[in-house]
């Protein structure tokens, strides 16, 4: 039902209109109020917010005319019907300007009347519906840019630096300028704190809304304690002056607490956007305490030489990254001799050790051998943070070397695109997932991930899919009380006949052979 305001100095008129309204009109209209001047006409509408208001032209003090200008200057959406006693082209040609949808001459009939409201009430009600449209594509854009801000700021976290490319995303995100200032935000929870992860996560919310309300900045998401900040340098020129402020800022951050180390901060200096990922890693590792890729080390602890410990941490990322966990496991324990004697490691070496973790997950992830969630699973590192004093941490670190030694040792030394792409199976093989997908996980055209995929796996995307799935089939198959027809959910085949199908073309068995005796042949089915 519409709500109706009529506006007439005539009282006549307005008592004739509202019991037309209620006679004849009541199951779509109401009358809420009425006015007898315009200044009263505005007051009312913003009190009682109509759907309609019929407005006199000629009243004392400010026009019907007047009255509609300054209501929609209010914001008010209503619709506006003039009911006036002359035939005036200038009075016309003005309220349509002003977007007045129709008119009613005095003496007003009913039939008139009931026709103007129907009128008004359709066009309220599409207008409301354009609204509300408009309303969701903003809200569906918004969801768009916060997606693709987030897998901008994933592909600089993840990226090598030769194959990113942030042309995609410059549009999207109306980032005009072709250089930025990358830095790292290391959240660490103050000492004593009895929730620590609440206290983290609560801190980067902070941060996140004041680089939001405060700066131009893109803020990414927290993963393994860090975030990433990224400032779109709009003015060359400028550059120098643009990363000063925008350091002078964050450093204002909440969070920033002398002696308490609540946040720390590292910055890369102004880059080309196409140099953003080797951007990120100077700054994380800066505001970890790691120094530079090249070995200049950060805040070192005493009865270590700085250039010990660097080198032993580039053996540790090094022998991961190449298969030789042996040799990673002997250079974490160098690193970790440096605590012996302390019953607390100092908050350098307790970050430090928490850096170089987080730079071997997001090594892993980028070359493939962990997929996306796995990594972003590992890398909360909540256990080497709360470890209570220096054994305890070493203890911490050396039981997360068995899950990357394992990693390590089972990963094929294939490109990192193919290795990204078939981490992106292993992780997504239960939902329904095609070459394109995952070529646009990785950055590359579905052709190119073919080619890649046959010439260094030796199958295609599709027989390796299919690998995959069948040999999570035969693990869920063999489990007590396994049922087909889920596990063929499971692992991604909607049609449980047509996985049976599969299922023997690839084993020599049916699923429900295998799942009563895997070692056995079956026997053959028709």
């Avoid at 008592?15 to 006409?41: H, K, P, Q, Y």
């Avoid at 003496?107 to 008004?120: E, G, M, N, Q, T």
């Avoid at 996980?441 to 052709?447: A, Y």
Wanted: glycine share 8%.
């Amino acid at each position: 039902m519409k709500r109706v305001l009529v506006v007439d100095d005539e009282r006549p008129v307005v008592e004739t209109i509202e019991l037309m309204v209620r006679r004849d009109l009541s199951a779509e209209f109401s009358v809420v109020g009425n006015a007898s001047s315009g200044r009263d006409a505005v007051e009312k509408a913003a009190a009682l917010a109509p759907d309609i208001v019929l407005m006199d032209v000629w009243m004392p003090g400010i026009s019907g005319l007047d009255a509609v200008r300054e209501i929609r200057a209010r914001g008010l959406p209503c619709v506006f019907i003039l009911v006036t006693a002359y035939e005036r082209f200038d009075i016309a040609r003005e309220a349509m300007e002003l977007g007045v949808l129709d008119y009613l001459l005095k003496p007003v009939s009913r039939d008139k009347l009931a026709a103007a409201l129907r009128a008004a009430s359709a066009f309220a009600d599409r207008r409301f519906e354009l609204e509300r449209r408009e309303m969701e594509h903003r809200e569906r854009e918004e969801r768009l840019r916060s997606f693709v801000e987030e897998a901008f700021l994933d592909a600089i976290r993840s990226g090598d630096g030769a194959e990113f490319d942030p042309e995609p995303y410059r549009a999207t995100l109306g980032i005009r300028g072709t250089r930025a200032e990358v830095a790292a935000a290391a959240f660490l929870p103050p000492p004593g704190s009895p929730d620590r992860r609440s206290d983290i996560r609560g801190l980067y919310e902070s941060f996140r809304q004041a680089i939001r309300y405060k700066t131009r900045a893109l803020a990414g998401p927290l993963r393994g304690g860090l975030s990433i900040v990224l400032l779109p340098i709009e003015d060359p020129d400028q550059e120098a002056k643009e990363a000063a402020a925008f350091r002078e800022t964050l450093g204002q951050s909440p969070g920033i607490e002398p002696g308490r180390g609540s946040l720390r901060l590292g910055f890369a200096g102004p880059a080309p956007l196409a140099e953003a990922p080797s951007a990120w890693v100077r700054a994380y590792r800066e505001s970890l305490g790691l120094g530079s890729p090249g070995g200049e080390p950060g805040p070192e602890a005493p009865d270590m030489p700085a250039e010990a410990r660097a080198e032993d941490e580039r053996t540790f990322l090094e022998t991961l990254a190449s298969g030789d966990p042996d040799r990673a496991r002997q250079a974490l324990d160098r690193i970790l001799e440096g605590f012996r004697g302390r019953a607390e490691p100092s908050p350098g070496q307790r970050y430090r050790l928490i850096g170089l973790f987080s730079e071997a997950y997001r090594d892993f992830e980028r070359r493939g051998f962990l997929g996306s969630a796995e990594a972003a699973r590992l890398q909360d590192l909540e256990d080497l943070r709360a470890a209570p004093g220096a054994e305890g941490l070493a203890e911490a670190a050396r039981a997360r070397m068995p899950a990357l030694a394992a990693a390590a040792e089972k990963a094929p030394r294939w490109s990192v695109p193919v290795a990204r792409a078939a981490a992106y199976i292993r992780e997504n093989y239960a939902r329904q997932i095609s070459l394109e997908s995952a070529a646009a996980e990785v950055l590359l055209s579905p052709g190119r991930l073919s080619r890649l995929f046959v010439e260094e796996t030796g199958r295609g995307f599709s027989d390796f899919l299919t690998e995959v799935r069948i040999e999570r089939a035969k693990e869920l198959l063999i489990q007590p009380g396994a049922s087909v027809k889920l596990v063929s959910a499971v692992c991604g085949y909607p049609d449980p006949n047509y996985f049976a199908r599969l299922f023997k073309k690839v084993t020599g068995y049916t699923p429900s052979a295998f799942a009563s005796d895997p070692r056995e042949e079956p026997d053959a089915e028709p």
